[in-house]
C-alpha cells in the first residue's frame, strides 16, 4: 500500500496502540483521543517526573516521540489502497515463492528466507544473506546485480550503532546501550541484501532475477 507519504498500524492490543500513539503524538503521555479531555478522570491531580505537581496531563510527554500525523487527503488515499491490499498481498506471496523456490538449490551460497511458525507474511522483499563459504562476498553478488538492471537493498542500517550518527557517541562511549555483542547484526550489515517482491513484477522479471543470480554463482 501506499499514502504518498506515511502509513498506518493496525492492532487489537491496547498497550500497543498507547504505545503507538503515544509516538506518533510527540511522545505524549495522555491517552486521550482527539476531542475528548480528562480520559483519565485525574488530568490536573498526577506527579510526573520533576514538573509542578498537577500538570496538565494532555502535555506531559514520557517517551522521545514524532510529529507523524498524516493529512486528509493521505488517509483518504490509505482507506482507498485498503480495496487493493488482498491483490497486493497474493502478489508479493507468489513472487517472494517463485523466487524461493528458483533460488531453493543455492542453500550453501545463501542463507534463504524463511516465515516464522505460525505466522502468514505479506514479505516485504527477498533476503538474502551470502553464506561465509560462498566462495564471493555480498558486495560482489550485488554489485552483478545492479549491472544487470536488479536493483538491491541492504537490510536498512544493519549495525546501527555503526553509522556515522553514533561517531561521537562511539568516542565518549555514551549516549546508547549495547545488548549482547551483535553478531547477528553485524553479519546482516556485512552479508545480507534483497531484492523486491512487489506486486507489479510479472513472472518474466522474476525469472529473469532466478537466471541472473544463478549465472553469477555459477
Not at 493521505?74 to 502478489?91: D, M, N, R, T, V
Not at 528466507?113 to 516485504?124: R, V
Not at 553478488?141 to 562511539?170: W, Y
Not at 555514551?174 to 523486491?196: A, K, P
Amino acid at each position: 500500500m501506499t499514502m504518498g507519504e506515511g502509513g498506518a498500524v493496525y492492532t487489537s492490543d491496547t498497550r500497543l496502540k498507547r504505545l503507538v500513539e503515544s509516538f506518533r503524538d510527540w511522545g505524549r503521555d495522555c491517552w486521550c483521543p482527539s476531542g475528548r479531555d480528562n480520559t483519565c478522570g485525574n488530568r490536573f491531580g498526577q506527579q510526573f517526573g520533576e514538573l509542578p505537581y498537577g500538570y496538565d496531563h494532555k502535555y506531559v510527554y514520557s517517551h522521545f516521540g514524532y510529529n507523524l500525523k498524516v493529512t486528509d487527503m493521505q488517509a483518504a488515499i490509505g482507506c482507498g489502497q485498503l480495496e487493493k491490499l488482498p491483490s497486493f498481498i497474493e502478489a508479493r506471496k507468489r513472487n517472494w515463492k517463485m523466487l524461493r523456490d528458483g533460488l531453493s538449490d543455492l542453500a550453501d551460497k545463501f542463507i534463504l528466507p524463511e516465515a516464522t511458525e505460525g505466522s502468514d507474511p505479506s514479505w516485504f522483499g527477498f533476503l538474502l544473506t551470502v553464506k561465509e563459504e560462498a566462495g564471493f562476498t555480498r558486495d560482489d553478488v550485488v554489485n552483478h546485480l545492479e549491472s544487470k538492471g536488479i536493483q538491491t537493498r541492504m537490510l536498512f542500517a544493519g549495525n546501527l550503532i555503526k553509522h556515522p550518527c553514533f561517531d561521537e557517541m562511539r568516542k565518549s562511549g555514551e549516549g546508547y546501550r549495547v545488548s549482547g555483542n551483535l553478531e547477528n547484526t553485524d553479519m546482516i550489515m556485512r552479508d545480507t541484501f534483497w531484492v523486491g517482491v512487489y506486486p507489479g513484477m510479472t513472472e518474466g522479471m522474476i525469472n529473469f532475477m532466478i537466471k541472473t543470480i544463478k549465472d553469477f554463482v555459477r
